[in-house]
């Protein structure tokens, strides 16, 4: 009897891998298979591309008629630069388009979503062509097996690999002369994904260089001390000063407190409390 109970819980067991598993493996396959091209949108330029093309995909009769009676043809850009870079992972090239119209001034790398999709869609071309408008210049790219980027994979990431296409992108407009304040993100539907992963790990590179140049500079003859600013991210300072190892054992000086400091505060305290009851 506890044999038949035994084999009985074993193949219930067995039967739910094999559900849990196959499940996955149909998700997988049908929802994050990665189509590689732009759909209706295939070969589409900044020149040349059209919202009417796919208005009759969708249901909603809004959207369809929005996409159907827009005006796009007021938004297409005659000028744009081919361009190719690494991504992060240095061996995957990224294909993208860039605008870079204005000296001085801005640029914000364009992200699409999921597939069908890529730089040759209507919402990233309308993207640039508003902020071109605006005088912000524009980088539209193609994340890794999407477009005329590197094939590496046939699944979607969900952002965990392709926020490195980003930093790429980011590295690529810093070596162009942009600032890092200059680069702005905007990531659409599941770019938001990669965007936000490469916000949040450009923090680290950014903390990471500052630790490497402390180090550095440590060992130059003569340097006595270091200056750092982390404007708006003051709360990593303390962090990366300990990180680098530059106090050693010593630790941050601090003035003692004077006898007067004491009746001093004391005295700051009651002309603080004496102007709050003035004022109420």
Not at 29 to 55: E, M, R
Not at 86 to 102: H, V
Not at 170 to 183: S, V
Request: charged share 25%; hydrophobic share 40%.
């Amino acid at each position: 009897m506890k044999i038949k109970i035994s084999y009985i819980f074993a193949s219930i067991i067995s039967v739910g891998i094999f559900i849990y598993f196959g499940v996955g493996f149909y998700l997988a396959s049908s929802i994050l298979k990665i189509n590689p091209n732009c759909g209706l949108h295939q070969d589409a330029l900044p020149s040349t591309w059209s919202t009417f093309v796919d208005h009759h995909e969708y249901r909603i009769l809004e959207r369809s008629q929005l996409r159907k009676n827009f005006p796009y043809k007021n938004y297409h850009m005659s000028q744009w630069q081919e361009v190719f870079f690494s991504s992060k992972d240095e061996k995957i090239k990224i294909s993208g388009w860039l605008f870079n119209y204005f000296k001085d001034r801005p640029i914000v790398i364009v992200v699409h979503g999921i597939f069908p999709n890529g730089k040759c869609k209507p919402e990233s071309n309308l993207i640039a062509s508003l902020l071109l408008k605006n005088n912000i210049n524009a980088l539209t790219i193609d994340l890794r097996n999407y477009g005329d980027s590197s094939k590496v994979s046939k699944y979607e990431n969900l952002g965990l690999s392709e926020y490195k296409d980003v930093l790429g992108a980011f590295d690529f407009l810093k070596k162009l002369g942009f600032k890092e304040y200059q680069i702005g993100l905007h990531g659409i539907s599941l770019g938001g994904t990669s965007v936000i992963f490469a916000a949040e790990k450009q923090k680290e590179e950014g903390k990471r260089l500052c630790i490497d140049l402390m180090q550095e500079i440590r060992e130059i003859e003569g340097v006595s001390g270091i200056h750092v600013m982390a404007y708006r991210q003051e709360e990593f300072v303390a962090e990366i000063v300990h990180d680098s190892g530059v106090l050693r054992d010593r630790h941050p000086w601090r003035r003692e407190l004077n006898p007067g400091d004491h009746a001093a505060f004391e005295l700051a305290e009651k002309h603080a409390a004496t102007i709050a009851a003035t004022d109420t």
